[in-house]
């Protein structure tokens, strides 16, 4: 059993019914978003696939909280996240594949309590928002073998006052890094190389 429940969000089979897979055309009328979302009720875990960004604006504001998780699979074409700040009852965020420029206010996502990010290159970048999740208690952070972003600083992250669990995998500008920073955690998981950049 994973030390981390983000994991059986992640690597879960979802049903055919906790899929929703929206066109790949920014021309789709808003009520097509309805009546797609018809087809997908009574469900806790989503994985949500193919959004524009005004189908994700859409989406989050009528239908976010509905589900505890939502995993957000290769929405290369949303660019500005700002709407996830909204979101008051959604525990677990997943993001893959994410063009989107930066992290979201998350100081009003109350009932946030973990977060992937994989394969975004500059999601990843900044973490300074998620120091203001109020309720977060695990992190999952990476990228593949052919994908080793670089993130600007770990800092932030030492002021997650709840936090719990922490895995990452990446570089990093910031050197200062030792693992007693985060000796608060129950679960610490990284790769480091010897000069204190995140690698495999």
Not at 20 to 33: R, Y
Not at 50 to 57: H, I, P, R, S, V
Not at 116 to 135: D, G, R
């Amino acid at each position: 059993m994973s030390e981390f429940e983000l994991h059986k969000y992640s690597g879960m089979a979802y049903e055919s019914n906790q899929i929703i897979s929206f066109s790949q055309t920014p021309s789709v009328a808003l009520p097509d978003v309805d009546e797609e979302m018809k087809y997908h009720l009574g469900v806790t875990a989503v994985e949500v696939c193919n959004l524009t960004q005004k189908e994700f604006d859409y989406f989050i504001d009528k239908y976010g909280d509905n589900y505890e998780s939502i995993y957000f699979f290769g929405n290369t074409k949303i660019k500005d996240l700002s709407s996830l700040s909204k979101l008051k009852k959604v525990k677990y965020l997943l993001f893959w594949d994410m063009r989107a420029n930066s992290l979201w206010n998350m100081s009003e996502n109350e009932n946030l309590r973990g977060v992937m990010i994989s394969e975004s290159k500059k999601l990843i970048y900044n973490l300074e928002p998620l120091q203001f999740a109020p309720n977060l208690e695990e992190l999952l952070l990476f990228s593949s073998t052919f994908n080793k972003y670089t993130v600007k600083t770990i800092a932030p992250l030492r002021n997650c006052k709840n936090l719990k669990r922490l895995f990452m995998e990446f570089n990093t500008e910031d050197k200062s890094f030792t693992p007693e920073d985060f000796d608060f955690l129950d679960v610490f998981k990284y790769q480091c190389d010897r000069k204190r950049n995140f690698t495999y």
